[in-house]
Nanobody
Framework: QLQLVESGGDLVQPGGSLRLSCAAS????????IGWFRQAPGKEREGVSCISRREYYKRSVNGRFTISRDNAKNTVYLEMNSLKPEDTAVYYC???????????????????WGQGTQVTVSS
């Protein structure tokens, strides 16, 4: 059974850091595209970053967030630094299999989704 489980969300002060994890089971990351999305209350889900053969970042997080993949642990990470209140949201990871090129941060491109983890940036 294919599953994605996010963890690492927390309450953090502005300027702080968090590392989110997305642990995959039932498939390997080698040929998968993995995306991180977030959804704030009353807003649409938006793509933050993705990784496959290349990486992509939403402009507002570029330079602050870093996506990485540990194939041995079958886990994708999202390192978030210099966090701002506007980063507050539920963060989701998503997967699509058999990706041979780049990735997209369009929700409909992904097949499998995790349950989400809450990130709150507040003083």
């Amino acid at each position: 059974q294919l599953q994605l489980v996010e963890s690492g969300g927390d309450l953090v002060q502005p300027g702080g850091s968090l590392r989110l994890s997305c642990a995959a089971s039932g498939f390997t990351l080698d040929d998968a595209g993995i995306g991180w999305f977030r959804q704030a209350p009353g807003k649409e889900r938006e793509g933050v970053s993705c990784i496959s053969r290349r990486e992509y970042y939403k402009r507002s997080v570029n330079g602050r967030f870093t996506i990485s993949r540990d194939n041995a642990k079958n886990t994708v990470y999202l390192e978030m630094n210099s966090l701002k209140p506007e980063d507050t949201a539920v963060y989701y990871c998503a997967a699509v299999l058999s990706v041979q090129a780049g990735c997209l941060t369009i929700p409909s491109w992904y097949t499998y989704w995790g349950q989400g983890t809450q990130v709150t940036v507040s003083s």
